[in-house]
């Protein structure tokens, strides 16, 4: 190996075979590696994911030493550049897609780019907005995962999340946005008549205005023993980096929603089987029905109601579940390799905890009239107006997408919530101003 000039090693390519992409060395049961995965296969760059189980593969691209748990995973840029052990933010940062704000200030920070974040980076920019936004994962949310929306307008054929995604994501840069990938907004703090930032790595970022459009995280599945699996055969949501993994393997899919119908189909293309196991009595209850449609008529695919995961089986890797189904609640084992669950959403206001936002009961955050009738959420407003719709209890700083407390959880409305948000920023700008 040889050293570069920053002391990080390389490797020798005169010995090794070239690989013009990413590759990724480690445990498949690793839920670092895992998220490295995701984290490439959601921001479209190509990787090789090398298993340490295959001796000859990891024989001709590393050394022993590079194989102690400690250096896992190991990643090996493009450039010959070896990062050990790999993290999500030093894959970024090596692959050049960590950049700093160029500005001082803007006029509207955006907090998440998913399609309610994406749709009012377009629109903002556009109109001559400085505008950024802040994804701490991919431009798309849990959106940009979905392998097909088949109802949205104007796709009589249906569009892959990601690929809306990209498209929405070059259209915002066309129009002069930024937007800053792999950090999380860790806090929000109010700064005048504006907000600040501060963002996972230390960065800050000064606004006038903020859009808060930072969606929400799968809800979590109350099972013992389950968080030591994730990565090892569990996972939150469909992530697209799994589905081709799952050649040939058990499949299930807990949920009974939307997501967890395009979950199945996606799945049903490569898995032996896949069963989706819900916990209410039927499909239609709450999966839209051209989802229903296509999972009844899947020959892979099987559906059970009234079922609940209530234990797992496991070594190094998830084995089984343990299921409670029907009205007396029978016992029965599914063996699987793979569970991805899919059971609804928590709004993400973690970063913005502290600013002081009024919150819904389930913890969305209220904007607009609902701000207005909820007891003491404008005890420190300061503003003769009431708050603007969208805009939260705190003057400039608005809230889009699932994140809103009341939205409906559909792509095509957090679009229109983004695109509706910049009208009402406008406005803000002008009180601000005294225009």
Same mark, same amino acid.
């Given at each position: 190996m040889t050293k570069a000039s920053d002391g990080t090693s390389m490797f020798d390519y005169d010995a090794r075979p070239f690989t013009p992409q990413v590759v990724l060395v480690g445990e498949r049961a690793s839920s670092v590696g895992y998220? @490295?995965?995701?984290f490439l296969s959601r921001n479209g760059v190509p990787y090789e994911w090398v298993d340490l189980d295959d001796a000859e593969r990891v024989g =001709?691209? =590393?050394?022993? %030493?590079?194989?102690? $748990?400690?250096?896992? &995973?190991?990643? #090996?840029? &493009?450039?010959?550049?070896?990062?050990? $052990? %790999?993290?999500?933010?030093?894959?970024?940062?090596?692959?050049?897609?960590?950049?700093? $704000?160029s500005l001082s200030e803007y006029d509207?920070? @955006?907090?998440?780019?998913? $399609?309610?974040?994406l749709a009012a980076a377009v629109y903002a920019a556009s109109e001559g907005l400085r505008t950024i936004a802040i994804e701490a994962v991919a431009p798309g949310g849990q959106a940009g995962t979905? +392998?097909? @929306?088949?109802?949205?307008?104007?796709? &009589?054929?249906? #569009?892959?999340?990601? !690929?809306?995604a990209t498209r929405a994501t070059a259209q915002a840069r066309r129009f002069g946005a930024e937007i800053i990938l792999a950090?999380?907004?860790?806090? *929000?703090?109010?700064?005048g008549p504006g907000y600040v930032a501060r963002l996972s790595d230390g960065t800050t970022v000064r606004s006038l205005a903020m859009l808060l459009a930072s969606g929400v995280d799968w809800r979590r599945l109350e099972i &013992?023993? @389950?968080?030591?699996?994730?990565?090892?055969g569990v996972y939150y949501g469909a992530g697209p980096s799994e589905a081709v993994t799952s050649t040939g393997c058990? *499949?299930?899919?807990?949920?009974?929603?939307? +997501?967890?119908?395009?979950a199945v189909i996606r799945f049903s293309r490569y898995a032996t089987n896949v069963t989706l196991l819900v916990r209410g009595g039927s499909l239609e209850a709450s999966m839209s029905q051209y989802l229903v449609s296509q999972v009844n008529t899947l020959?892979? =695919?099987?559906?059970?109601?009234?079922? !609940?995961?209530?234990?797992?089986? +496991?070594? !190094?890797?998830?084995?089984?579940?343990i299921v409670s189904s029907g009205p007396d609640s029978a016992l029965s084992r599914l063996p699987v390799e793979a569970l991805f669950i899919c059971i609804g959403g928590v709004p993400r206001t973690e970063g913005a905890a502290h600013v002081g936002l009024t919150l819904d009961a389930a913890g969305y955050v209220r904007t607009g009239g609902d701000v207005s009738s909820s007891a003491g959420a404008l005890d420190g407003w300061g503003m003769s107006r009431q708050p603007l719709p969208l805009e939260t209890n705190l003057p400039g700083l608005f809230a889009a997408g699932d994140v809103r407390s009341g939205s409906i959880k559909r792509c095509a409305a957090a679009i229109g919530e983004g695109s509706m948000a910049v009208s009402l920023v406008h406005q803000r700008l002008a009180e601000v101003s005294g225009v």
């Open positions: 998220t @490295i995965r995701d =001709v691209l =590393v050394s022993p %030493a590079d194989t102690h $748990p400690g250096q896992l &995973p190991l990643c #090996v840029l &493009p450039s010959g550049i070896r990062l050990a $052990p %790999a993290t999500v933010e030093n894959v970024a940062a090596g692959l050049g897609m960590v950049s700093a $704000p509207l920070t @955006i907090v998440g780019a998913g $399609p309610a974040g979905t +392998s097909t @929306i088949e109802n949205y307008l104007g796709f &009589p054929q249906g #569009v892959s999340g990601s !690929e809306l950090r999380r907004t860790v806090d *929000v703090s109010r700064d &013992p023993g @389950i968080n030591d699996l994730l990565g090892s058990r *499949v299930a899919v807990i949920g009974g929603g939307n +997501s967890a119908g395009q020959s892979n =695919v099987e559906v059970r109601t009234n079922t !609940e995961v209530v234990d797992l089986e +496991s070594d !190094e890797r998830l084995r089984a579940l």
